[in-house]
């Protein structure tokens, strides 16, 4: 079994930051891409950040310059450091993971993560 779970969410004013994490657990062989994604009420989920297996990283325009993702492999997590927060990311995050796992190495295996709450409120 894989687990992804996700922490560091909450509620921080608008200018303030906050740190996600998102640690992969269980029987993992590899793992590739690790993405941030994020869903506000009464919208589509949006990709914020994706990191490759060798630290190369993407951001959605409305995240540049206020978002770092990035990685430690040796624990298996992602981070995603959020700074100068705006109410509009008010949202639920979700990490995700192309995953191969001890079971199936010839297999890439998309798993998400339950999601971390951040609000971003005066």
């Known amino acids: 079994q894989v687990q992804l779970v996700e922490s560091g969410g909450g509620s921080v004013q608008p200018g303030g930051s906050l740190r996600l994490s998102c640690a992969a657990s269980?029987?993992?062989?590899?793992?590739?891409?690790m993405r941030w994604y994020r869903q506000a009420p009464g919208k589509e989920r949006e990709l914020v950040a994706v990191?490759?297996?060798?630290?190369?990283?993407n951001y959605a325009d409305s995240v540049k310059g206020r978002f770092t993702i990035s990685r430690d492999n040796t624990k298996n997590t992602v981070y995603l450091q959020m700074n100068s927060l705006k109410p509009e990311d008010t949202a639920v995050y979700h990490c995700?993971?192309?995953?191969?796992?001890?079971?199936?190495?010839?297999?890439?295996?998309?798993?998400w993560g339950q999601g971390t709450r951040v609000t971003v409120s005066s």
């Open positions: 995700n993971a192309d995953l191969v796992t001890e079971g199936e190495i010839f297999r890439v295996r998309p798993y």
């Open positions: 269980g029987s993992i062989f590899s793992i590739s891409a």
């Open positions: 990191i490759t297996s060798g630290s190369s990283t």
